[in-house]
């Protein structure tokens, strides 16, 4: 299996444009997470997916942010309007069953927003 | 709320060493704990799983044991390499729903 994949994996962009990250999880993991890498605030979850459904987005800083999953093997993370405070290394993870086994990362999308 | 610590935060130590890092949370109800490796500008790879019934996993030059009664986790690494630099996160689960937890994690340099 290639592993969890994600495109872009450098997106430079500037304040007020939409982004959309993409990610394809391993075939047959019916879990997907995406998190956000910031040297001040460390890795945090944004939101994760069981079986395509949103299951906890409290992780989403605000209404800008949106994630869709609309079938098992594609899901997108997208900002809009983007800001400057928006720049951090997005990662999107899958795993089997949620809980018990291990999570698979990408190797993440790099987002600097001017 | 659960809190994650890594303690150093860098370590630096020369080849052929054995080491310890070490991962400390608050809240002893966990469900299991995950250890991983991310090296400079790469995604995270798994190294360990330790489910809350378990007290350690081994694989390898690797060893991660864990006490709960303590919150406590380390990640032993024997006969230390230059390739074995990288920063090291521990990060749990509270519950069996998939949110990770993460430490802020320990950066290993491993001179030759």
């Known amino acids: 299996d290639a592993g969890v994949i994600q495109s872009p994996r450098h997106e430079v962009t500037e304040m007020g444009q939409e982004v959309t990250l993409r990610c394809k999880p391993i075939?047959?993991?019916?879990?997907l997470f995406w998190y956000r890498q910031t040297m001040m605030r460390g890795l945090e979850l944004l939101i994760y997916?069981?079986?395509?459904?949103?299951?906890?987005d409290s992780g989403m800083p605000e209404d800008r942010f949106s994630a869709k999953m609309p079938n098992a093997s594609f899901s997108t993370l997208k900002i809009q309007p983007s800001e400057p405070r928006d720049s951090a290394v997005y990662f999107c993870?899958?795993?089997?069953?949620?809980?018990?086994?291990?999570?698979?990362f990408g190797p993440g999308t790099r987002l600097t927003v001017t | 709320k659960q809190e994650v610590t890594q303690i150093p935060a860098a370590l630096s130590v020369p080849e052929g060493e054995n080491l310890v890092l070490n991962c400390s949370f608050t809240?002893?109800?966990?469900?299991?704990l995950q250890w991983f490796r991310q090296d400079p500008g790469k995604g995270l790879t798994s190294l360990l799983l330790?489910?809350?019934?378990?007290r350690e996993q081994t694989s390898g030059r690797l060893n991660a044991s864990l006490d709960k009664s303590s919150g406590r986790s380390t990640l032993y690494i024997a006969a230390s390499q230059p390739g074995d630099s990288a920063t090291y996160l521990c990060?749990?689960?509270?519950?069996?729903?998939?949110?990770?937890?993460f430490g802020q994690g320990t950066e290993l340099s491993v001179k030759p």
């Open positions: 993870a899958s795993s089997l069953a949620g809980g018990y086994y291990e999570q698979y």
């Open positions: 075939s047959g993991h019916d879990y």
């Open positions: 997916f069981n079986n395509n459904v949103p299951i906890d």
């Open positions: 809240d002893s109800a966990i469900y299991n």
């Open positions: 330790i489910q809350s019934s378990q």
């Open positions: 990060a749990l689960k509270r519950n069996q729903g998939g949110k990770l937890i």
